[in-house]
Structure formats: C-alpha cells, structure tokens
C-alpha cells in the first residue's frame, strides 16, 4: 500500500503549527491576566481596618508608612514588606497583616509598653529592648535607667533584681544607673542614694532595708545617700535644709 509522504509532512507541520498557536494564545493571555491582577488600578487595596488598643501610634502614621512605598494590587501586594513598613514605627512592637478579598488590608497592631526611660532620649520595653519612642509622649511615671548603650542587657538585669526586693519591702525606684564598670547605683523615690558597688547587690540592698528606720531617727535630717560598698556598716550623708 502506498504511502503520500507529502501529506504525512504536511499534517505534521499543520499539527505543530496548531500546538504553537494554542501555547502563545495560552501564554498571552496568561500575562494579560498577570498583567491585570497585578495593576493597582484593576484590583486594588482600597481599604484598611486596623485593630488593637493605639496610644502613641495614629491611623494616619499608619497609613503613610504603608503608602511610604509601593504598595501593589491585592494580588500583587507583598505582606513581609507592608508587615516591616508598620512596625518600622517608633511605637509599634508587633504587627499582622493579611488581606481580605475584595480590596481590604486588615491589620492587628501591639503596640510597646514602656518599662523605663533609657538614657533620658530613649525607652526600654519590657523585653529589655530599646525603642525610640519619644519620651515625651508618656504619661505615666516611669523610673530612668542609665548606662552604656551596649550593656542594656545587664542593666535590666539588675534593675529586674532589684527592683523586685525593693518593692517587697515597699520602696521604688526612680533611677538606676550602671558604670561601664558595672558599679550600681540606685536612687530611690523619696530621693535617697544607695551605692552599691559592683558586687553583692542584693545583701547590700537588704542591709540597707534593715537600717533605714535606725538611720532615721538617728538625725532629724533627711538621708541624701547611704553608702553600702563596705564589707560591713555604711557611710551615710545627710542633706542639709
């Protein structure tokens, strides 16, 4: 039976020339279709809700930080980065973004909670991490920390230890400072000095505890500082009217 050579090539060359067709027209209209969901205009994020309790942080901070760059559509914009953008924000501490068809942007922000003032320009969360929340903006009383920028971890450490034995026996702190040679000294509300020196702190504290009343009626001034860098007894300085 004889074969037509000339027909099988040109089905061949039909057929292949049908299956290019067929993948351009699929590849052209899938960019056009990319092309679509990824223009801003065609579907965009046209809403924001914001959720959590915002003392420092406004609606509007928020916004121009998310606007600070391109955003994209709602197909096309990126979560990691919007997410960085927010908390990018002096008083934002964490926040979630995800996005809701069909053109909404929720977002659930925490803001910091302020532990102390850290070098008197700066705040400290209490994770022990410095932020640059603008001190004025607080309202409440917070105690001051002081000490090297590279050495925050152990001056929350001894402000943590501290502090927790002060407040049993009904004192506070109003500032705490650490020298680069992590000598501690502690003010106390009331204005009482406690130098601590560098090593047995809290025996230190606690010896203060135990004297303070005795201290007290032995001079009808008032305590400026109590020194308690002494293996045993203390110096103490009176404040003169």
Do not use: C
């Amino acid at each position: 039976m004889a074969v037509d050579w000339r027909e099988v090539r040109w089905d061949f060359w039909f057929g292949l020339l049908s299956l290019v067709l067929l993948l351009v027209g699929i590849y052209l209209a899938g960019n056009w279709v990319y092309r679509v969901l990824m223009d801003e205009q065609q579907v965009p994020l046209d809403a924001i809700v914001l959720q959590g309790e915002l003392v420092y942080t406004s609606s509007d901070e928020v916004r121009d930080a998310l606007v600070a760059g391109e955003v994209g559509s709602f197909f096309g914009a990126d979560m990691t980065t919007l997410k960085a953008r927010v908390e990018a924000l002096p008083w934002i501490y964490s926040a979630a973004v995800r996005k809701e068809w069909p053109g909404r942007l929720r977002i659930f922000l925490v803001e910091q909670v302020p532990l102390a003032i850290w070098n008197d320009d700066a705040l400290v969360n209490r994770d022990g991490e410095v932020f640059s929340g603008r001190v004025e903006q607080v309202e409440d009383w917070l105690p001051h920390l002081y000490g090297p920028p590279a050495d925050i971890d152990e001056v929350m450490r001894q402000y943590l230890r501290i502090d927790e034995l002060l407040q049993l026996n009904g004192y506070r702190i109003d500032e705490l400072s650490v020298t680069e040679r992590f000598s501690v000294s502690v003010g106390l509300e009331g204005g009482i000095t406690l130098h601590l020196g560098r090593e047995a702190r809290l025996q230190r504290i606690q010896r203060f505890i135990d004297l303070h009343e005795r201290l007290q009626r032995a001079d009808d001034r008032d305590i400026d500082y109590v020194d308690l860098r002494y293996d045993t007894g203390v110096a103490v300085g009176w404040r003169e009217e």
